[in-house]
């Protein structure tokens, strides 16, 4: 049985500390910090981060230079047969196409890169699920077959606090930031399908989570009928705002273990510090229920 390797980028939320205990590897994304150049979860935390964003400092994303990549592939090689790389998706960065190109002219048969579509809680299930799959024999061009079969299968719901940052990132206009803020505008955002895009506008965050909750019954109705769903929550917000959100999930969806995550900082530079976030996946058939153990 050929030994397989998880790759990664840190958009799923994945710290390099839960790596190292999963057994994968994970390629921090880089941002450029008024002009200076930062690794995610490695030269920059959560609270630098943060920090940065309310000084409002120029934070602008990129993608992981072509040497970091294959750095990180040549030492996974080293201890292993073949990697499935699952990057952010291709409907958010260019990272995923560059990284296809370079599995697919510098390692072909020993590097499969998953378009798998997706960010964050959703990204880090994929992973989670490619591990099963490696763990029961599963080869590379099957498990990268299967994760881009059932890609679009989940849905992330964000709701944003303030639109200072949709502002800044030219998403909404200045004028409708200035109204939405004299209105208590929430704008709900939604990534589906790889794209970040607005979902419904509200008033107030008490609305706004309402209408995720709305959003995450109809999918689980609708589009998820019938099929196990894993249910995540992901935030920007204090701790104690998290945990509240956790609890409202908890009780709107009773029988689901509902874990948290900060939401990775490429989509927090668009969402800004507050939101709070649902994330549904349906369960990939071939691996059934996987329990999840969080970090301490």
């Known amino acids: 049985m050929k030994k397989i390797i998880i790759t990664t980028d840190s958009n799923s939320g994945i ?22 150049l930062y690794l995610e979860d490695l030269t ?13 400092a120029e934070i602008s994303t990129s993608q992981p230079s ?10 996974a090689l080293e201890s292993c047969d073949e990697i499935v790389h699952i990057p952010m998706s291709s409907g958010l960065s260019s990272s995923c196409e560059t990284a296809m190109f370079l599995a697919e002219s510098d390692y072909p048969g020993r590097v499969w ?12 299930q994929s992973v989670l699920e490619a591990m099963a799959l490696a763990q029961q ?4 061009q099957k498990i990268k077959a299967l994760l881009e079969q059932y890609s679009l299968e989940s849905s992330i719901y964000v709701a944003v606090d303030t ?3 949709l502002k800044k990132g030219g998403r909404i206009t200045p004028a409708a930031a200035s109204i939405g803020a004299v209105f208590n505008i929430k ?16 008033r107030g965050m008490k609305q706004a989570r309402a209408k995720m909750i709305e959003a995450a019954q109809a999918d689980l109705a609708g589009r998820f009928a019938g099929s196990p769903v894993y249910l995540r929550a992901a935030y920007t917000c204090s701790e104690e705002d998290a945990l509240d959100w956790k609890k409202q999930l908890e009780e709107q969806f009773p029988g689901y273990d509902i874990y948290m995550d900060r939401l990775s900082f490429s989509v927090t530079c668009h969402t800004g510090p507050g939101a ?21």
Request: glycine fraction near 6%; aromatic fraction near 10%.
């Open 15 to 36: 710290s390099q500390a839960e790596a190292a205990r999963l057994g994968i590897h994970v390629l921090p994304m880089p941002f450029y910090i008024n002009g200076q």
């Open 163 to 165: 639109l200072k940052y």
């Open 187 to 202: 704008p709900v955002l939604q990534i589906q399908g790889g794209k970040l895009d607005a979902f419904a506008k509200v």
């Open 276 to 296: 709070v976030a649902v994330v549904c996946c349906k369960q990939l058939p071939e691996t059934g229920f996987l329990a999840y153990t969080p970090m301490e």
């Open 137 to 140: 024999g599963t080869e590379g």
């Open 44 to 56: 920059l935390s959560q609270p630098e981060f943060y920090r940065f964003l309310e000084q409002e």
């Open 113 to 124: 890169v998953v378009d798998n579509k997706r960010i964050s809680w959703s990204l880090k």
């Open 66 to 75: 072509i040497a970091a990549v294959t750095e990180l592939w040549d030492k």
